[in-house]
Each structure stands twice: as structure tokens, then as C-alpha cells.
């Protein structure tokens, strides 16, 4: 694990998409028309989307140990990922997620997430080398606030690059969550859990991230649904409309943006280029099915090229 440059920390699980033209009435049936199985979880999809933009990453997640275990993990390596702080849990099984995606891209996720499954802060805290080692920790949300909290101190401890993908939804512990961050990214709904309405438009994404700016971050990332993405930083701030490209699926676009946003910081990118980067990844990613990110240096150029000026 020696030389990473990031550690992605959060779910893993195996990702079940299907694609269907419309979903059955009840008590009806409808055919699949399409069928992937892959690795997923925000944690594995941000660490894949990390390495396949060149970044020497490692995941910190919990599977079961189990077979379905065995296979995940084997993908997570042939992708590039380090995946020695994975935990393998006893008498569970490893987390399942399905995405069902009708013609019209509307997805609805059906989820089997053992609690033995989500980290623990004495997980963390046994992964403490791993995570100061690494340049950047990009933690999501959807863990619990104990584990949460527990990796950005790490982190922070370390002075590494702190990334949180989401938002905290106990009030006390998310104030201390945020004054850790270098980065938040929340989508339109967890930005509005912070500042009371999710955002409409560009000025009020705009205003949102200057909120959460004032927090503590020195980068905030918020999206506003269906328009596009307010970027904003103590010096400057910059509206970055969506791509556009046809949607067959955007369950995985905040991951693809999480791990270009990253990837870009690392590199030590101005922050108007990397807001652009990080909309152009997630434009790479809306047209297939499944959350995982397929990220490469022609895809996001094809994207840059798609997003409106303003």
C-alpha cells in the first residue's frame, strides 16, 4: 500500500442492474431486456473511477466472507484497486444492490445492506497507517457518522486531502464533519438537508455552496437537478451546466464526479478546470447502465466538448 495516492472509504457491495422497459403492475410480470453484474457501492465505484484515471488508489470497506466476497474483491484487484483495508465480516453476507432502470432512465434501487456490512469507528481506527499515508481520503456519507467522523480526524491529523461525498444527517456531529473537509460534494436533496431547500437554479446552488463554504470546506460541489453543478471556493466561484449527452442511467454519476474531482485536485488543477472535469466524468458515465464509473481521457475530452458555455 506503500505510495498511494488516495483511499476511497465506504460501501462495497455486488451491484445487480437491470434495464426493463417499464416496471410490472402488481402482481404482473416484464422482461429484462439488458443484464450487468458488477462491483459497486460508492466506495468501489469511486475507487474504480480514481484508478481508471490513473490514480493509485486503495478501497477501506467491509464484504462478507463469502463467495460472492471472493468475487468482488477479484474484481477491485484486476481493476487496479489495492484492496488490503477491505474487511472480510464472519456469518454475513456480502451487501447487494439492485438497480432497476426503466426506458425512460428512472432508476429504483433495491437494497440488501447488512449492518455488519457498513464500517465501524474501531474499523477506522485499525486502518489509521492506511488512511495517513495516502495523499487524499475521499469518504461517503452513506457509513455510519462514527466512521465517518473517525476518517476525516484521521485524515485531518495527517494534514491529507479530506473529501466528503454527501451529507451529515445528525446536525452536532455533521458541524464537526464539515469544519474537517477540504471538499463537500451534495447532491441537490443532501444540500438541502444543510441549508433548508435543495437548490432550483444556478443562483441558488450558488448560494448553497457559499453556505457550506462558511462551514469549513475550501472546495464545495453542489448540484442542482436536471441543470448542472455550482462550484464554489474562499476566491471565486463558477456555474458548470450538465453535458449534453443522452441518459441511460445516473446512478453513477456523483461517483464518476467524486473520483475526477479528486483526481484532478491531486494533480493540483486550478478549480475552474477541475469543475469541468468532474461534470465532463459524469457525462462519461450517464450512458450505460449500472453505477460504475467508465472513465478515460477520450471520453471526458468528448464531454468537455459537450458542456454549454456561459
Given at each position: 500500500?506503500?505510495?498511494?495516492?488516495?483511499i476511497?472509504?465506504?460501501?462495497?457491495?455486488?451491484?445487480?442492474?437491470?434495464?426493463?422497459?417499464?416496471?410490472?403492475?402488481?402482481?404482473?410480470?416484464?422482461?429484462?431486456?439488458?443484464?450487468?453484474?458488477?462491483l459497486?457501492?460508492?466506495?468501489?465505484?469511486?475507487?474504480?473511477?480514481?484508478?481508471?484515471?490513473?490514480?493509485?488508489?486503495?478501497?477501506?470497506?467491509?464484504?462478507g466472507?463469502?463467495?460472492?466476497?471472493?468475487?468482488?474483491?477479484?474484481?477491485?484487484?484486476?481493476?487496479?484497486?489495492?484492496?488490503?483495508?477491505?474487511?472480510?465480516?464472519?456469518?454475513?453476507?456480502?451487501?447487494?444492490?439492485?438497480?432497476?432502470?426503466?426506458?425512460r432512465?428512472?432508476?429504483?434501487?433495491?437494497?440488501d445492506?447488512?449492518?455488519?456490512?457498513?464500517?465501524?469507528e474501531?474499523?477506522?481506527a485499525?486502518?489509521?497507517?492506511?488512511?495517513?499515508?495516502?495523499?487524499?481520503?475521499?469518504?461517503?456519507?452513506?457509513?455510519?457518522?462514527?466512521?465517518?467522523?473517525?476518517?476525516?480526524?484521521?485524515?485531518?491529523?495527517?494534514?491529507?486531502?479530506?473529501?466528503?461525498d454527501?451529507?451529515?444527517?445528525?446536525?452536532?456531529?455533521?458541524?464537526?464533519?464539515?469544519?474537517?473537509?477540504?471538499?463537500?460534494?451534495?447532491?441537490?436533496?443532501?444540500?438541502?438537508?444543510?441549508?433548508?431547500?435543495?437548490?432550483?437554479?444556478?443562483?441558488?446552488?450558488?448560494?448553497?455552496?457559499?453556505?457550506?463554504?462558511?462551514?469549513?470546506?475550501?472546495?464545495?460541489?453542489?448540484?442542482?437537478?436536471?441543470?448542472?453543478?455550482?462550484?464554489?471556493?474562499?476566491d471565486?466561484?463558477?456555474?458548470?451546466?450538465?453535458?449534453?449527452?443522452?441518459?441511460?442511467?445516473?446512478?453513477?454519476?456523483?461517483?464518476?464526479?467524486?473520483?475526477?474531482?479528486?483526481?484532478?485536485?491531486?494533480?493540483?488543477?486550478?478549480?475552474?478546470?477541475?469543475?469541468?472535469?468532474?461534470?465532463?466524468?459524469?457525462?462519461?458515465?450517464?450512458?450505460?447502465?449500472?453505477?460504475?464509473?467508465?472513465?478515460?481521457?477520450?471520453?471526458?475530452?468528448?464531454?468537455?466538448?459537450?458542456?454549454?458555455?456561459?
Amino acid at each position: 500500500m506503500a505510495g498511494l495516492d488516495a483511499i476511497a472509504v465506504g460501501q462495497v457491495a455486488r451491484d445487480l442492474v437491470l434495464l426493463v422497459d417499464e416496471l410490472p403492475d402488481p402482481s404482473r410480470t416484464t422482461p429484462v431486456r439488458r443484464r450487468r453484474e458488477l462491483l459497486g457501492g460508492k466506495g468501489a465505484n469511486q475507487a474504480v473511477g480514481l484508478a481508471q484515471l490513473g490514480v493509485r488508489v486503495g478501497l477501506l470497506g467491509v464484504v462478507g466472507e463469502d463467495e460472492v466476497g471472493d468475487r468482488l474483491l477479484g474484481q477491485a484487484r484486476s481493476d487496479g484497486i489495492d484492496v488490503a483495508p477491505v474487511l472480510r465480516r464472519p456469518d454475513t453476507p456480502s451487501a447487494l444492490i439492485v438497480d432497476v432502470v426503466d426506458a425512460r432512465a428512472r432508476w429504483r434501487y433495491l437494497e440488501d445492506i447488512p449492518e455488519a456490512t457498513l464500517l465501524t469507528e474501531a474499523d477506522v481506527a485499525d486502518a489509521e497507517g492506511v488512511l495517513q499515508a495516502a495523499q487524499a481520503v475521499v469518504v461517503q456519507l452513506q457509513q455510519p457518522l462514527p466512521a465517518v467522523l473517525a476518517a476525516a480526524r484521521c485524515a485531518r491529523t495527517a494534514d491529507r486531502l479530506v473529501v466528503l461525498d454527501g451529507a451529515p444527517d445528525d446536525p452536532a456531529g455533521g458541524a464537526e464533519l464539515l469544519a474537517l473537509a477540504d471538499v463537500l460534494r451534495a447532491d441537490a436533496r443532501e444540500a438541502g438537508l444543510i441549508v433548508g431547500d435543495p437548490p432550483v437554479d444556478a443562483a441558488a446552488g450558488l448560494r448553497a455552496g457559499r453556505e457550506l463554504l462558511a462551514r469549513g470546506p475550501t472546495l464545495v460541489a453542489v448540484e442542482v437537478a436536471g441543470e448542472g453543478n455550482a462550484f464554489v471556493w474562499p476566491d471565486g466561484e463558477l456555474f458548470v451546466p450538465l453535458s449534453k449527452t443522452p441518459v441511460v442511467d445516473s446512478t453513477g454519476a456523483g461517483d464518476a464526479f467524486v473520483a475526477a474531482l479528486t483526481a484532478g485536485l491531486l494533480r493540483g488543477e486550478a478549480y475552474p478546470v477541475v469543475a469541468r472535469y468532474a461534470v465532463a466524468a459524469a457525462g462519461a458515465t450517464v450512458g450505460h447502465p449500472g453505477g460504475r464509473p467508465a472513465l478515460s481521457a477520450a471520453a471526458i475530452e468528448a464531454q468537455l466538448a459537450r458542456i454549454p458555455a456561459r
